[in-house]
């Protein structure tokens, strides 16, 4: 009702009764604000609604008068509306004359704005233009003041020079009519109190420096131009002419030398008093004529830990360890500890007082270290080493070069195993060092303690250095600490460490692979067996020295079979040095290549002798490679190996016998007679004589590939657990170079392995040749009804037994030493070529029926011996060896179905079989011999698949 009664009357803002009076139906304020056409309608129509709705509640009312009622109400809202909108388009026209006034207005206001804001953007720029005239203005003015400045300065500054030409010039004249001598007396008459009192020695020190540069100038000066003085005497020295530039410059050192003497004699008592100050003033005074050095070397040199004699300082020395213990060079580095400890704590104390007393206590600081190392800690390292005063080390040799003479352990010439074996690399000759024959008897305990003693000294050497060098650094690190910081500043002790580790450092790691040598040999000539080297090889292969043949078999170290033992120290020592290494040294890249020359022998200039891969190589490759000797071993010495010879040798002599017999009576035409019956082998005896066997001639190559084997595990286990991170956080050259020295070594290692493996393999299957050569009759394969009465068919033939007991014995012991692919192999391989030999062997014979069944057992016993290999390829040519006999068994009806049938195999191969038929000649199949029946059945199969 509020905004009706707006619209009806208008709110305050309408002014004056002619604007409510001039609009009756709407209100002009109305349409300010939030104007609403729905509430400008309702109120036109207000009056025709009220009517509307009253007409509803009048119920009595009738149709008509509402409809008339109803009309009335339209009529009375069409001229309300009519109305409204009249008063609306005056109301438009109004408003419309009232914007386009305000818009002239607009305009000329607008207009009036844009021309002062011109006017006041003319005035800014004339007045910025004055702004950068004035500033142009005082530039000038401040260069000019400037220059006016820097020109008084300069008067000013020549000002001062020039009073203190006059005044040195007064003092050089001063100088030159002074007279010889130097007493106190003559100084303190003609010379000015400056050069005399005790307040101003300093200010005389740096006026006497400044006139002798003066007089040098001058005199140099004088000589270039030529321009000498020359006296009415010529024969007078210029330097005892007074004025002259002689005399004065002879007056001024001669002051020199008196004021020298003067700050040393005060200096001296300021230092016996411990006057800080006065000791400061004098090495002040001292510096300022350039005299500071020596002042310095004073000090230092009357410090106490210098002052004492070499033979009280080294007393608590007792030398080098004896031993290789650590409680034992604990003990003996004790006394480098508390020195250390004793100079660290009086360096600490001299970083203070020289930054007292002298002007660059840096200098001081690496005087006084320069001297402990050289008077304390290098003569205590030296007795510890037991180095000589050139510091060579005696265990040591120099790198490539041999032990000295005069150090070794014994008085024992020199003989060939000491001698350098040259370098090492993957060409490896036939026979090792340690296997060289000697021209005299070897005496073995001799030579364990010489290189017992040679090893374990090179040992203590190299870990002495190693700790001591280690304590040393520590040492130094403190040294640094303690003296980094103001006003001393950092020392450099680099020379001082090449000075005492200097030589070691640079051979290393040369004595840590003359050790590892020097231990490998060791080794090997604790273990490998003395052996007598025959007359006839002896003169074959070891000529003497005059070019004829030996006369008497020396002695000579039998080939060293792989001992995994043995590498596994060689690895722990390795490690060992590489943790040394790590102590020594002085970054991961120096480490690196200290690593790949230990592991591969490859140094940074020149090849090196003794590292690990050139050892296995000696060790393993040639240790692998021995062991084929084992295999060609003919003369047996051993008992085992007799007991076996016997036992062939007696089957020999009762298979010739029988033989004889049997061809004779062949030959006769008669029965067979009475031949001596061959001795049957026992199951046990033939499991006895091929584990003897096996024993002697297979088993050690086995253990041999076996150890091997391990040993390139334990390598590749070393190198990724112990070198490989150390060489990744170097250099990644050296860690490549040193993985492919490994890889090369591997498959090296690998194909020795595999050549043994062969010669092994082919040395069992030449003893099963000879075996079933020698032990199987043919007679076995030829028996007649009598012959078969007291005879088992299921019991193999003594030739097959042996051959089986050969072959198992040799399973066993490659399953001992193999494993994984490479007994599989190793037994499938083996059992293949023992398949090729028995279907050879088989068709050296000729098979009665009862022949044919014993030739069946033998082969089921072979293809149980292959059952128990546990290879199916290998299961698999023996099972059908086990079909192809039944064609020597089945009747000759039964051949062909048998090939057709079962066997379906070709009638070719089948023919060779059946020719080994006892009855082949004679046997008939509807009239046709055996041949024609192969062959025409071959004929017409053929032909029915053509």
């Not at 650590?326 to 009086?346: I, N």
């Not at 070198?723 to 591997?746: K, N, R, Y």
């Amino acid at each position: 009702m509020s905004e009706q009664n707006q619209l009806r009357r208008g709110p305050e803002t309408v002014k004056g009764e002619d604007a409510a009076g001039k609009f009756t139906a709407i209100n002009p304020a109305a349409f300010k604000g939030g104007f609403s056409e729905a509430n400008l309608l309702a109120y036109l129509a207000r009056d025709a609604l009220r009517h509307k709705y009253g007409l509803r509640s009048n119920l009595e009312g009738s149709a008509q008068v509402t409809a008339k009622t109803s009309l009335d109400g339209v009529q009375q809202l069409m001229g309300v509306l009519v109305k409204a909108g009249t008063e609306l388009q005056q109301l438009h026209k109004e408003v419309s004359k009232t914007v386009s006034q305000l818009q002239v207005s607009y305009s000329i206001h607008e207009a009036e704005y844009k021309m002062e804001v011109e006017n006041i953007q003319t005035s800014g720029g004339a007045i910025r233009k004055s702004f950068e005239d004035l500033e142009a203005r005082m530039a000038r003015v401040s260069q000019i003041g400037t220059r006016i400045g820097d020109r008084l300065q300069t008067a000013d500054s020549l000002r001062s020079r020039a009073l203190q030409m006059i005044e040195i010039m007064g003092y050089l004249r001063q100088f030159s009519e002074l007279r010889e001598g130097q007493s106190d007396k003559i100084f303190k008459k003609q010379l000015p109190p400056v050069f005399w009192e005790e307040g101003g020695l300093q200010e005389a020190a740096v006026l006497t420096r400044r006139l002798t540069n003066l007089v040098v100038d001058a005199m140099s000066a004088k000589q270039r131009s030529k321009l000498l003085v020359v006296n009415v005497d010529d024969s007078q020295d210029a330097s005892s002419t007074k004025g002259s530039l002689e005399y004065t410059y002879a007056r001024l050192q001669q002051y020199s030398s008196w004021l020298e003497v003067r700050m040393v004699a005060r200096f001296d008592v300021a230092l016996e008093n411990d006057d800080l100050t006065s000791m400061a003033e004098c090495a002040k005074v001292m510096e300022e004529f350039g005299r500071g050095k020596a002042i310095t070397q004073r000090y230092v040199s009357t410090h106490p830990l210098l002052m004492i004699g070499e033979e009280e300082a080294l007393s608590a020395f007792t030398g080098r360890p004896k031993g290789g213990s650590g409680s034992e060079l604990q003990l003996v580095l004790k006394p480098l500890d508390e020195l250390y400890k004793t100079l660290l704590d009086a360096v600490l104390e001299e970083v203070e007082r020289t930054s007292y007393i002298f002007a660059d206590p840096k200098k001081a600081m690496e005087l006084f270290t320069q001297r402990l190392f050289e008077e304390r800690v290098k003569p205590a390292i030296d007795r510890i080493l037991g180095r000589s005063s050139s510091g060579s080390v005696s265990a040591f040799t120099s790198p490539g070069g041999s032990p000295s003479p005069g150090n070794s352990s014994s008085n024992e010439p020199e003989s060939d195993e000491d001698k350098d074996p040259g370098p090492v690399g993957t060409t490896r000759t036939k026979t090792h060092p340690s296997m060289r024959a000697k021209t005299e008897p070897y005496n073995y305990q001799h030579r364990v303690s010489h290189h017992t003693r040679k090893s374990d000294l090179m040992r203590n050497q190299v870990v002495t250095m190693a700790e001591v060098y280690r304590r040393t650094r520590t040492f130094m690190d403190g040294l640094q600490a303690a003296a980094s910081g103001p006003p001393a500043g950092p020392l450099d002790l680099n020379i001082v460490r090449d000075g005492l580790f200097g030589s070691f450092l640079t051979s290393y790691p040369q004595p840590e692979l003359q050790w590892l040598m020097s231990r490998y040999e060791e080794e090997v000539e604790g273990r490998a067996p003395v052996i007598k080297v025959s007359e006839s090889s002896a003169v074959k292969g070891r000529p003497s020295a005059s070019g004829t043949a030996l006369s008497s078999p020396p002695a000579e170290r039998a080939p060293l079979p792989p001992s995994l033992e043995l590498v596994q120290q060689l690895l722990h020592c390795h490690q060992e040095a590489v943790k040394r290494a790590e102590t020594l040294a002085t970054g991961q890249v120096q480490l690196a290549g200290c690593i790949r020359a230990m592991f591969l022998g490859e140094g940074p200039f020149a090849p090196m002798n003794g590292s690990l891969l050139q050892l296995l190589v000696h060790h393993v490759l040639d240790g692998v490679e021995a062991t084929l000797d084992l295999c060609n071993i003919r003369d047996f010495k051993s008992k085992a190996k007799a007991d076996v010879a016997a036992a062939f040798e007696t089957r020999k002599k009762q298979r010739e016998q029988l033989m004889i017999a049997r061809y004779e009576a062949y030959m006769d035409h008669e029965a067979l007679p009475e031949a001596p019956k061959l001795m049957d082998v026992e199951k046990s005896t033939a499991k006895e004589l091929g584990e003897k066997f096996v024993q002697n001639r297979v088993m050690k190559v086995l253990q041999a590939a076996k150890t091997a084997t391990g040993i390139m595990s334990s390598l590749q286990q070393h190198f990724n657990d112990s070198l490989s991170p150390l060489l990744a956080a170097g250099s990644l050259s050296d860690l490549g170079a040193c993985e492919a020295g490994l890889l090369t070594l591997l498959r090296a290692a690998e194909e020795s392995v595999l050549l043994v493996l062969r010669k092994c393999m082919e040395v069992v299957v030449i003893q099963i040749e000879k075996t079933l050569m020698l032990e199987q009759r043919a007679a076995e394969f030829l028996l007649r009804v009598k012959d078969v009465q007291d005879m088992s068919f299921s019991r193999p033939t003594n030739a097959c037994m042996l051959v089986c007991s050969i072959w198992s014995a040799f399973r066993d012991a490659a399953g001992e030493n193999l494993e994984g692919a490479n007994l599989s192999s190793l037994l499938t391989e083996v059992g293949l070529k023992v398949h090729g030999v028995v279907l050879n062997h088989i068709q050296q014979f000729h098979f009665s029926p009862h022949g044919a069944l014993k030739l069946k057992a033998d082969v089921n016993e072979y293809t149980e011996c292959a059952r128990s290999m546990e290879q199916p390829q290998l299961l698999e040519k023996f099972t059908a060896a086990q079909g192809l006999i039944n064609i020597l068994v089945v009747s000759p009806e039964s051949i062909l179905p048998l090939v057709n049938g079962s066997l379906r195999m070709e009638h070719r191969e089948a023919l060779k079989y059946a020719k080994l038929r006892e009855d082949f000649e004679v046997a008939r199949v509807d009239g046709r011999s055996i041949t024609q029946l192969l062959s025409q059945a071959g004929l017409s199969e053929g032909g029915a698949r053509r």
